[in-house]
């Protein structure tokens, strides 16, 4: 893989982070694809979304409906709004067999609401298409590294 093409990829993913920390949700969801699906394993190293209770496994539709009701200020969730930052690290690109790309990262997540700040950490994965001079993203998956221990309730209504 070329450095330009690495440097691209590591733009794009930084950009996503941005988007969501600043709450421009309607452009983060425009940067999926229609058949996307994001999903937050409940379990390490959790094989499949389908077979096991999951965080968080969602449609892109069903993203549509959770910004819809973050911009409209209907998730108890968010009340009062919370401020969040993404920090990705190490990020990797592979080329496969078809035009999709793998991207993996590690994600430091903190959120800060009601006086409160949590921090969680992870490794992200994304499956990303070319499209144009960019891409869209195919795939998200985000393993925390404590999913499966007890973090008290996850309230999170802003995604990693």
């Given amino acids: ?12 993913l930084f950009h996503e982070a941005r988007l969501l920390d600043e709450r421009r949700l309607q452009e983060w969801l425009a ?31 069903l993203l549509r409906m959770r910004v819809d009701r973050l911009e409209r200020e209907l998730s108890p969730l968010d009340s009062p709004m919370a401020r969040v930052n993404h920090y990705l690290s190490n990020v990797m690109v592979e080329e496969g067999e078809s035009e ?16 409160e700040q949590r921090w969680f950490a992870g490794r992200v994965s994304w499956r990303l298409r070319p ?21 008290g309730h996850l309230r999170f209504a802003v995604p990693f």
Avoid: C
């Fill in 1 to 12: 893989m070329s450095l330009e093409r690495w440097h691209r990829v590591q733009q794009f």
């Fill in 31 to 61: 940067l999926y694809a229609e058949d996307a699906e994001y999903w937050v394993p409940y379990a390490w190293e959790q094989n499949s979304p389908k077979d096991h209770v999951s965080l968080f496994y969602e449609t892109v539709s």
């Fill in 100 to 115: 999709e790309l793998a991207a993996r990262a590690y994600l430091l997540f903190i959120e800060h609401r009601r006086e």
């Fill in 131 to 151: 499209q144009g001079a960019s891409f869209l993203i195919g795939a998200k998956r985000v393993d925390l590294l404590n999913a499966d221990q007890d973090a």
